[in-house]
C-alpha cells in the first residue's frame, strides 16, 4: 500500500506562485511513476503533469507547459509541483497520485485510470 499526503495549497493572486509537496509513505518503488491531477466541481479529474519516481523525463498538460514543473525528492519521498505564473483558472483542488503500472509511452500516465493510489487533494485558489 502507499499513502500520499499532498499540502501547500492556498490562496494566491494572479501571477503568484506556490509549491505543492506530496508525501509518499508505504511500499513505494522506483519503478513507480507519479502524477498531478486537479479538479473542479462538477468536473473530472484533469492531468496537470506525471514524472517517473526514480525522475527522469516529466509530461505536461499543454495548458501548464511552461509554468509548472514536477520534481522529487527520493530521500524526503516526496513530490513536488512548483507552480509559476498563476492563472484564476489553475484554482482547483490538486491530487497527487501514484501507479505501479508500466506502460511504453508516457502519454499513458495522463489519464487518471491509470493510477492506484490518491492523496486528499488540497486546495489552490488564484484569485485575479
Known amino acids: 500500500q502507499v499513502q500520499l499526503v499532498e499540502s501547500g495549497g492556498g490562496l494566491v493572486q494572479a501571477g503568484g506562485s506556490l509549491r505543492l509537496s506530496c508525501a509518499a509513505s508505504g511500499r513505494i518503488f522506483s519503478t513507480y511513476y507519479m502524477g498531478w491531477f486537479r479538479q473542479t466541481p462538477g468536473k473530472e479529474r484533469d492531468f496537470v503533469g506525471a514524472?517517473?519516481?526514480?525522475?527522469?523525463?516529466?509530461y505536461y498538460a499543454d495548458s501548464v507547459k511552461g509554468r509548472f514543473t514536477i520534481s522529487r525528492d527520493s530521500a524526503k519521498n516526496t513530490l513536488y509541483l512548483q507552480m509559476n505564473s498563476l492563472k484564476p483558472e489553475d484554482t482547483a483542488v490538486y491530487s497527487c497520485a501514484a501507479t505501479s503500472r508500466r506502460y511504453s509511452s508516457i502519454s499513458w500516465y495522463a489519464n487518471r485510470l491509470t493510477y492506484d493510489y490518491w492523496g486528499q487533494g488540497t486546495q489552490v485558489t488564484v484569485s485575479s
Open positions: 514524472i517517473p519516481w526514480s525522475g527522469g523525463n516529466t
